[in-house]
């Protein structure tokens, strides 16, 4: 499970098998048992949300737009 970045308790991350064939690129965030994925393109929304409450996806959504581009470089160092 490579981890793009850690911010305000919550891991940024992918999984290395993700789906056959590859999803697009999205990113997972967890914390304290809580998880979402969002989509980053072509533009981020959010797919799915267990756990967090309104407010703390909105953040999340503003943290994943604000760091597109590192998601989408460390997607492709990771899958090619």
Sequence with gaps: MPVVFR???FRF???SDEGTPLEPIHIHVAKAG???KFWLFPEVLLAY???FDARTIQR???IV???VNEIEEAWHG???
Excluded: K, T
């Design 7 to 9: 911010l305000e308790g």
């Design 13 to 15: 991350h992918f999984y």
């Design 34 to 36: 809580a998880d979402a």
């Design 49 to 51: 949300n267990r756990g």
């Design 60 to 62: 999340l959504m503003s």
């Design 65 to 67: 737009e604000a760091h």
């Design 78 to 80: 990771h899958f090619g």
